[in-house]
């Protein structure tokens, strides 16, 4: 076997080997990546190497199966690895800082690797990262009733927990004024039709509002969108101060799940025979940012099943884990024929807000089956998130 093959062998063993969390990319965490950055001693994906590429004197990158690797570079990716190399690059990620996911748009993983590698904001001995605090800047934001975007004025008031922004008229007071607790963010770049297009919704006089904003600088962008994490955040702890301080140590709670399709509601239950639900969540389409995703978030691991998906809402995430394969591709397929289709004139005229708006940490766990009526019910264990 010649030293090409040789090698391959090994960078092939490497990656799937325990301990090393090299089975999945060190930056999105998505499986079986491909490539390498070999100066940094990492295993990523086929997109992230593409951001690594544009900064070549910090990372430079290879495929684990095109290229050439000699003795000297395959000994050095062994000596280091995804976990090693994670630990001194994300040794101190404030609780606010969104860590993108495989299937997040390219903006947020472009922003998380260079705030990683090329400013080093979370090594140890790095600078101190501070919370956001206050904002102030100028975004584009899309007219109400005309599709071009229109340059307005922002200011975020951290202390407060406010997001006021301007029209171009000087010296006339705020368009709207919102507070953090009604307030929700996300990324929707396709929906939007810009690389960095973010949506703000907020609650309103009992409706819901969208903004549609983005900034010509990636980074820029997603500053604003931590900033409004962080004290979104710092309004949940002193509005709950029980819940803990990450998602990872929130307990997951065996509860009974039904769906009504016609309704567009997934009502909870502690128990299956209970007279009244504990709650419900209202799935409206995937128009209005509603989504379902296979399988759990990044860091997310159920209490004892392993697979599981997530609900995604414009004010949070909801993360069920599922007993089986089968029970999680069976709720998958409920989920995404309810949100596949448009809302009725009946489902408009039913608020939006519901029990799903308070906090609570449930995950879903448990069987479940689909009644003659078209209904599903069964045991899942359940999370939800903020922002």
Not at 39 to 59: E, Q, Y
Not at 128 to 147: V, Y
């Amino acid at each position: 076997m010649g030293d090409r093959e040789r090698n391959k062998k090994r960078l092939l063993e490497l990656l799937q080997a325990t301990g090393t969390g090299n089975a999945q990319c060190a930056d999105c965490g998505a499986a079986d990546p491909d490539w390498a950055s070999y100066t940094l001693g990492i295993f990523i994906c086929l997109n992230c190497s593409g951001v690594h590429r544009n900064f070549p004197d910090i990372s430079k990158v290879k495929s684990l199966r095109l290229d050439f690797w000699d003795d000297s570079i395959v000994e050095f990716m062994i000596h280091n690895g995804n976990l090693r190399v994670k630990a001194k690059y994300e040794a101190r990620v404030p609780a606010f800082y969104y860590i993108p996911q495989a299937d997040d748009c390219l903006v947020l993983k472009e922003q998380w690797i260079r705030a990683k590698y090329e400013r080093q904001e979370f090594m140890v001995d790095g600078k101190t990262l501070s919370p956001p605090g206050n904002r102030e800047g100028f975004l584009w934001k899309r007219g109400r009733d005309k599709a071009q975007f229109l340059r307005r004025r922002f200011v975020f008031l951290a202390r407060e927990g406010l997001l006021k922004y301007y029209t171009k008229e000087e010296g006339k007071g705020p368009k709207a004024v919102i507070h953090i607790k009604d307030l929700n963010a996300t990324f929707q770049t396709e929906k939007i039709g810009n690389p960095h297009g973010l949506q703000i919704t907020y609650r309103t006089e009992g409706h819901l509002r969208n903004l549609f904003v983005y900034h010509e600088s990636g980074k820029e962008i997603v500053d604003w969108f931590n900033a409004l994490r962080a004290a979104r955040l710092q309004y949940l702890k002193m509005a709950f101060p029980e819940l803990p301080e990450s998602e990872q140590r929130e307990p997951f709670k065996k509860r009974w799940f039904a769906l009504d399709p016609q309704e567009r509601r997934l009502l909870y239950y502690k128990n299956p025979l209970d007279a009244y639900e504990q709650g419900e969540v209202f799935l409206g389409s995937n128009e209005q940012g509603y989504e379902v995703c296979e399988d759990l978030p990044k860091g997310i691991r159920g209490n004892r099943w392993k697979v599981g998906l997530t609900i995604i809402t414009p004010e949070r995430r909801f993360i069920f884990t599922c007993p089986s394969e089968k029970e999680q591709r069976e709720w998958l397929e409920s989920f995404r024929d309810v949100l596949s289709r448009p809302l009725t004139p009946l489902n408009l005229l039913r608020p939006i807000s519901s029990k799903s708006n308070s906090c609570f940490n449930l995950v879903v766990e448990g069987t479940g089956h689909t009644d003659p009526c078209g209904d599903r019910t069964g045991n899942l264990s359940v999370k939800s998130t903020a922002l």
